[in-house]
């Protein structure tokens, strides 16, 4: 009887030990570590529990060295093979399920970036459950909050899924700390090849200036600046600021600026510092992705324009004009 | 090999409405609001139909989930150029239970039962925002998952999709059958012409219930609560670029 009762008492302890356990899917382009993991993974820390973090890739040294570093990162598990080129989902998903199987995470999260969004779900329909996207705040470990019609609603949901899986959106969470972490480190080694995809190249657009989603300062342009030339514009006043250069869908749609520059619903949420909109009007779909931005600036000739509604500071003006003014006055400073 | 193809539909509030959140704050206000065709689904439509035109795709079956108004999403895919519709209802009720993994089952259930290789689907729904729907179908199915996708190439038994990234573009490759989800750069979808509205009434529209493809709705994520975020202070006009300057010297931003 006594026996029964204290094995019952262990297992209550470790059902409670695993109500605490969180895999962080960390991403990286084998060289560095993804801003959005590190946002990720003060989400996990959010829970109250165990973080883990798993590194797949072609090459995970100074990635796993990384890591191993970062504040609240209890353990790694790391794995390399040629096999995760590209990291297809289809090559990481089986070895999630592996790792999910040996250690019983009760939380399975990743940043809400492309990356993120195409592996999370796949991996929540193979464990059989609905997952949560783009998290903005953390209630409790079964309550989340996510925005939903492009950023008009917040919704609360609780999750009763045994696992949760989940995405993080980057902006709502501060990254954790690079230092004072010691993370253990474990080889995992990779499940069989699935063998149903294959990555053949990237084309990446290559900036000096900050990336758009964790820039402090981001000057965005719209249909207004009329053509791809303009934009030349935006990037003399992005310099001054240290900014990066975001667009409207309009500017991307008009072959302006590429596409992975666009800010919106459907394109990068971002929550800079200061965000200045030259020529954008402000549509429902441009607001989801700046609208929690610290302040906003519009410059627009259209004084109806409904960006005016959420900006801090309007100017009513010529962006031509003003635009070339500012960047004279701050380069004088 | 001629592909057959199943294209998701789903009907949502149109993009440009403004929505209002229900004073019980248990979700949007959606009677007597303008719904249409989620854009991301036009586009998967479209791109379905082009690859036809090209001889590519045999048949094209247009299918939708949710209560009866969902027959008129899919009427709009089969003008648009559809061949024939499935519509899986759902009642009203039961629809608001019903998310992204629910309707995975329901397409994979699909996919098996009509033997297509080839699901497109929009990237995100513009009411939820998931962006699930299709990894999971993928999942489901274990095909591979082409998502985000801004260009589809057929070669033979294997599909070359180019897909929006963070930093840019990436081309991969992937064998058949497969899951493509579509971004907004994949195509500009046509209008459908009132001869084709005409000819889509008579085109073929079955009603199956998700119990005949044994899929079990059952949702275990639960809404709490609905809410409007919260409201930004009105700003202030300045006159000058100087002024403009000013201030944001003042508050620090620069």
């Known amino acids: ?333 | 090999m001629a592909l057959r193809a199943l294209v998701g539909v789903k009907r949502v509030i149109d993009y440009a409405v403004k929505v209002r959140v229900k004073p019980d704050k248990t979700g949007i206000v959606t009677d007597g609001v303008k719904h249409s065709m989620n854009p991301f689904c036009e586009i998967a439509v479209e791109e379905a139909v082009r690859l036809k035109e090209k001889k590519i795709v045999s048949e094209i079956i247009a299918v939708s989930c949710g209560p009866q108004q969902c027959q008129e999403t899919i009427r709009t895919a089969l003008a648009m150029g559809a061949d024939r519709g499935i519509h899986v209802e759902v009642s009203a009720k039961d629809y608001e239970s019903v998310g992204p993994f629910q309707v995975s089952k329901i397409l994979a259930a699909l996919a098996k039962k009509e033997n297509v290789n080839l699901v497109l689907l929009g990237k995100q729904a513009i009411d939820d925002d998931c962006n699930q729907t299709g990894q999971m179908t993928a999942a489901l199915l274990d095909w591979p998952q082409g998502t985000f996708a801004s260009e589809v190439k057929v070669e033979g038994e294997k599909l070359t999709v180019v897909r929006e990234i963070d930093g840019g573009l990436e081309t991969i490759s992937l064998k058949l059958p497969a899951v493509v989800t579509a971004d907004l750069r994949l195509n500009e979808p046509r209008y459908a012409t009132l001869p084709n509205i005409m000819k889509a009434k008579k085109k073929k529209m079955e009603t199956v219930k998700p119990s005949d493809l044994g899929v079990d709705l059952t949702n275990r994520i639960h809404i709490v609560s609905v809410e409007d975020p919260p409201q930004r202070q009105s700003g202030v006009k300045v006159e000058t670029v100087e002024d403009l300057i000013a201030k944001l010297k003042e508050s620090g931003h620069i």
């Open chain 1, 1 to 333: 009887m006594y026996r029964t009762l204290s094995t019952g008492k262990h297992r209550g302890a470790s059902t409670l030990r695993r109500l605490l356990s969180t895999l962080v899917i960390a991403e990286h382009d084998t060289q560095q570590l993804t801003p959005v993991t590190l946002s990720a993974i003060s989400a996990a820390k959010r829970l109250g529990g165990d973080v883990s973090c798993l590194v797949a890739g072609t090459d995970c040294t100074k990635v796993t060295e990384q890591l191993a570093k970062v504040q609240g990162v209890s353990k790694l598990f790391v794995a390399q093979d040629e096999a995760y080129k590209g990291f297809l989902p289809e090559e990481l998903t089986p070895l999630i399920l592996e790792a999910q199987k040996r250690f019983s995470f009760t939380h399975i999260c990743a940043g809400a970036s492309a990356f993120g969004k195409n592996l999370l779900p796949r991996v929540a329909a193979k464990l059989d459950v609905a997952s949560v996207s783009d998290v903005i705040d953390i209630k409790s470990p079964d309550t989340f909050v996510r925005t939903i019609y492009a950023g008009n609603a917040l919704c609360t949901v609780k999750c009763e899924e045994p696992i949760k899986v989940f995405t993080v959106r980057g902006t709502s969470f501060e990254a954790a700390q690079c230092s004072g972490g010691s993370a253990t480190c474990e080889t995992v080694a990779p499940p069989a090849v699935a063998g149903l995809s294959e990555w053949l190249q990237q084309s990446l657009t290559k900036s000096d200036r900050p990336e758009l989603t964790s820039a402090k300062v981001v000057v965005s342009g719209g249909r207004g600046l009329k053509n791809g030339e303009n934009f030349k514009l935006l990037y003399d006043l992005a310099d001054q600021l240290n900014a990066a250069v975001g667009a409207s869908r309009a500017a991307v749609d008009a072959g302006f600026v590429p596409n992975d520059m666009q800010v919106g619903q459907t394109g990068k949420i971002v929550a800079p510092e200061l965000y200045i909109a030259v020529g954008i009007s402000g549509a429902i779909q441009h607001l989801a992705g700046m609208k929690d931005s610290k302040t906003i600036v519009a410059i627009n000739k259209d004084p109806e324009a409904p960006i005016f509604q959420v900006a801090d500071y309007g100017l009513v003006a010529d962006l031509f004009k003003a635009v070339p003014e500012m960047t004279e006055i701050l380069k004088k400073k």
